[in-house]
């Protein structure tokens, strides 16, 4: 598989230059690091671990083996409702692109993890703060059918403020969209694994994010439907420090497993590992004698 | 402050006016029908100005209308209609009102969202803000008319879902997520109908349907005007300017083809004839479904596959 330039950039871990902008100041504990330092560190603050917000190209970087494949990287966004606020909507996508060196909010492709081959997205909050439009739910939709043509696994890392208001319903249906792809890739037998990090919220929670086999988060990372501030205002009070934290949403029974990112590629073998059955022809009902159609 | 019932009330001194009138001209001898002809279209023209052309703000103030029919309307408006409540596991959420019924003859899942007419049933309602649970029971029924081949019709009408401790607790983002999951492969037929707001994901979770139809004069929406505002611009107040720009009129979504049919109101609103309104979406919904109904469950899925999956707005080349 070809490697793309910014994933051979990141392996060959060029010795930065000495000078102030290689210096980051944790939002957690204000503990000043070096950036290399914290690359090298999956993007943890060794002082108090909190988890840095990771672009996407980073994280891919971290996760696979050594090869990653692009889909859909060329889809661009229409401007479908004309929109202007203070700036015309094809500016802020523009600046977005230029600021955060993406296309768009979620980069998908093909890849391998510990030597498993799998369909993985990675969503980027740096891109219209992660939100859905119509083309992250294209390419999350187009990333579902390819794996269920290749068989193999897929992986989606969540990062997003929910559905991109820019985009009006076009956006929201977008869930729709992506929940239909989800659900013919599982019910053909496909094994999907999503990872929610910080912060995953809206729409792009209550769909696909929350329809995976088995659904992972960061650790401390913020997880919910509504908004913080929309529920304060609502009911008028302040909200508990770990209100829609992985943490509390895992006490709750909502997902399976909180991680430490230092862990989580390990972890995400292992579940690999287990689902290497899953990618049978047919979810397995076909191939039984005369099925009778039961609904549980 | 509803902007529609503000402009209504002089419609409204103007029509008890004739109305009296027309009781005086009957005791009276003295011809009057003169007058009563000429009030009677200078009410007919107020009317046309205020409701022939609404902005979008209006349209989302008609949608809100304290009179427009709800949810248990249409459900009463069915032949027959009976109740089945919960979600088995936590609790009864009456945002949501569903089960079985017959349409026209024919037996169906009804589930509707209920916003409640006065202020106890707003809050024995919930403001027709679902729960998780009340997804969780929308679940159950779209999995129970599956299992005995009855077509599933929604009404929806919801500014959006529950923004509270309990539901984020009780998972709102798995329950919304799982009843489009539900949607998605359903074997029976699905129409949805928008009949006020439709207001985000709270709202979408009923409306993954075969057909989906929409009145005049609702609205359906990614966020609800105040929230887009507040999310955009930290100022709920600009709900106008945020109803404005998101294109959440049936006319927009027509054009989108996010909504295959938009059934016309009453010039006045919904609320100005609800029975007949209530009789015109019950007849398209049933139209809907002579269509589907003979369609076999797979090509039903698939239908429903390629229908929500052409819908975008992407440039370059794809693939």
């Known amino acids: 598989m070809p490697m793309p330039e910014w994933l051979r950039l990141r392996r060959a871990q060029p010795v930065p230059a000495e000078d102030s902008a290689q210096w980051t100041k944790c939002p957690k504990c204000g503990t000043m690091i070096y950036r290399p330092d914290l690359a090298a560190n999956a993007w943890v603050c060794s002082t108090c671990h909190h988890h840095f917000r990771m672009h996407a190209f980073d994280r891919i970087s971290m996760l696979v083996d050594s090869d990653f494949t692009e889909i859909g990287g060329e889809m661009l966004p229409g401007d479908p409702l004309g929109w202007t606020d203070k700036v015309p909507y094809p500016q802020k996508l523009a600046r977005d692109r230029e600021k955060s060196k993406l296309t768009e909010g979620v980069v998908c492709g093909f890849a391998s993890i510990g030597g498993y081959p799998v369909a993985l997205g990675v969503m980027d909050f740096n891109f219209r703060g992660g939100t859905m439009g119509t083309v992250v739910g294209e390419r999350i939709t187009q990333l579902f059918e390819r794996a269920r043509e290749r068989k193999v696994p897929c992986v989606v890392f969540t990062a997003s403020g929910g559905a991109r208001m820019e985009e009006g319903m076009l956006a929201l249906m977008q869930m729709a969209k992506t929940t239909l792809a989800v659900r013919r890739f599982q019910d053909d037998g496909g094994y999907y694994l999503s990872v929610l990090t910080d912060p995953t919220t809206g729409g792009v929670s209550a769909s696909f994010a929350f329809q995976a086999d088995v659904i992972l988060a960061e650790a401390r990372a913020a997880i919910g439907f509504a908004g913080r501030r929309v529920i304060e205002q609502t009911i008028r009070q302040k909200l508990p420090d770990n209100f829609q934290t992985a943490e509390f949403l895992l006490e709750k029974g909502a997902i399976d497993v909180v991680v430490e990112r230092p862990d989580l590629k390990n972890l995400l073998v292992r579940l690999l590992d287990y689902g290497v059955g899953a990618q049978r022809p047919t979810n397995g009902r076909a191939s039984a004698p005369a099925p009778t159609e039961t609904h549980p | ?319």
């Open chain 2, 1 to 319: 402050m509803n902007v529609i019932v503000e402009r209504e009330k002089g419609l409204l001194e103007l029509e008890q006016r004739i109305d009296q009138l027309k009781a005086h001209a009957s005791q009276q001898p003295v011809d009057m029908s003169a007058e009563i002809r000429a009030l009677e279209a200078k009410y007919g023209q107020i009317q046309r100005e205020i409701f022939g052309k609404m902005t979008p703000w209006q349209r989302v103030n008609m949608a809100r209308h304290p009179k427009r029919p709800l949810g248990s309307d249409y459900i009463a408006g069915l032949d027959q209609f009976d109740e089945l409540h919960g979600d088995r596991h936590f609790r009864d959420d009456h945002a949501i009102v569903g089960g079985f019924a017959k349409l026209k003859g024919r037996r169906v899942m009804a589930i509707a969202q209920d916003k409640g007419r006065d202020t106890k049933e707003k809050v024995f309602r919930n403001f027709g803000m679902p729960s998780p649970e009340g997804y969780r029971k929308v679940i159950r029924l779209v999995r129970l008319a599956d299992h005995l081949g009855l077509p599933v019709v929604t009404f929806i009408d919801t500014s959006g879902a529950d923004p509270g401790i309990g539901s984020e607790e009780r998972a709102q983002s798995e329950a919304i997520a799982q009843s489009l999951y539900e949607l998605a492969d359903a074997g029976v037929p699905i129409v949805a109908t928008v009949i006020g707001e439709g207001g985000s994901g709270g709202a979408l979770a009923l409306a993954l349907a075969d057909r989906v139809l929409m009145l005049e004069h609702a609205v359906y929406s990614v966020a609800s005007p105040e929230g887009a505002a507040a999310i955009l611009w930290g100022d709920a107040a600009r709900a106008e300017e945020a109803a404005t720009r998101l294109k959440l009129t049936s006319d927009d979504l027509l054009q989108f083809g996010i909504v295959d049919d938009v059934i016309t109101e009453p010039l006045g609103g919904a609320h100005r004839d609800a029975s007949g309104t209530i009789g015109r979406v019950l007849d398209a919904v049933d139209g809907a479904l002579d269509a589907l109904v003979p369609v076999p469950a797979d090509e039903l899925r698939d239908r429903r596959y390629r229908k929500f999956r052409r819908i975008g707005s992407v440039t370059g080349a794809t693939g």
